[in-house]
């Protein structure tokens, strides 16, 4: 079992940077692949990026593209997202999430375990 809690949202200006992290707690961090998601009012969760386990590849949303990166560091049983370039449109609820196995990972039903979300308001 993984919990997972999230950190680092806050309120920001257009085109500033924002880094999130999401801490695992358990031994198996390394396991499994690692999602960032967001969430709008009243809309479903959507894909922002995902890594695999070993951390050698990451897939990525259209609209975040170019300007957010995600990363892991399993000796430290953490992910990151990094995001530059903000816009009022990635204004949203942050959640991290895990899946037990590799590949793509663009679809919330594919994770087992959610965190509990960080907000992240970006003003125009």
């Known amino acids: 079992q993984v919990q997972l809690v999230e950190s680092g949202g806050g309120l920001v200006q257009a085109g500033d940077s924002l880094r999130l992290s999401c801490a695992a707690s358990?031994?198996?961090?390394?396991?499994?692949?690692m999602g960032w998601f967001r969430q709008f009012p009243g809309l479903e969760r959507e894909f922002v990026a995902v890594?695999?386990?070993?951390?050698?590849?990451?897939s990525y949303a259209d609209s975040v593209k170019g300007r957010f990166t995600i990363s892991r560091d399993n000796a430290e049983n953490a992910v990151y997202l990094q995001m530059n370039s903000l816009k009022p449109a990635d204004t949203a609820v942050y959640y991290c999430?895990?899946?037990?196995?590799?590949?793509?990972?663009?679809?919330?039903?594919?994770?087992?375990?959610w965190g509990q979300g960080t907000q992240v308001t970006v003003s125009s």
């Open positions: 358990g031994r198996t961090f390394r396991r499994y692949a």
């Open positions: 999430a895990a899946k037990v196995a590799d590949g793509s990972g663009n679809y919330p039903s594919q994770y087992h375990y």
């Open positions: 890594i695999g386990a070993s951390g050698d590849s990451t």
